[in-house]
């Protein structure tokens, strides 16, 4: 009877439900990247408004981004050609995004100091929270500029 015991004990933990199995953190981070996919991902409008600064023009353009698997991907212009600005970065499950923002300056009415020749390469990041039908983002470095972010 003894050694019925220990025998006893394991099989009963192997006929216990799974869900009073604690979940690991791969589970966890497989459903953040699903609510990622499944809330965000399609096509999204992006508006790009900027303050006028240190006597630059105010400016505001708009763009398709796009989201798939969490990941935002959005270019206005030719990539790597003066008036272009790529942004690129991650949202997070709670809507939070990660993104940056890279290019090269067109006219020079429109950057601030106004000695910046065209074609200069610029980059800043953007603070933005997104839900499942509109987002919004502020410009952390450099002169004032909102984003708004608008699901297609």
Request: charged residues 25%; contains cysteine.
């Amino acid at each position: 009877m003894r050694r019925s015991a220990p025998l006893l004990t394991a099989v009963a933990l192997l006929v216990l439900p799974v869900s009073l199995i604690p979940q690991d953190q791969a589970d966890h981070a497989d459903r953040d990247h699903f609510e990622r996919t499944v809330r965000f991902d399609g096509k999204w409008q992006t508006t790009v408004s900027c303050e006028p600064s240190r006597g630059a023009l105010g400016f505001s353009y708009r763009f398709v981004s796009e989201v798939k698997d969490g990941n935002f991907h959005g270019l206005r212009g030719t990539e790597g050609q003066p008036s272009s600005l790529l942004i690129d970065g991650s949202i997070n499950g709670d809507g939070m995004g990660n993104l940056y923002a890279a290019g090269k300056t067109g006219s020079k009415e429109f950057v601030p100091g106004t000695d910046t020749p065209r074609g200069t390469d610029f980059g800043y990041h953007i603070k933005a929270h997104f839900d499942e039908r509109h987002g919004t983002g502020t410009r952390v470095e450099g002169r004032p500029c909102t984003f708004e972010f608008v699901k297609q």
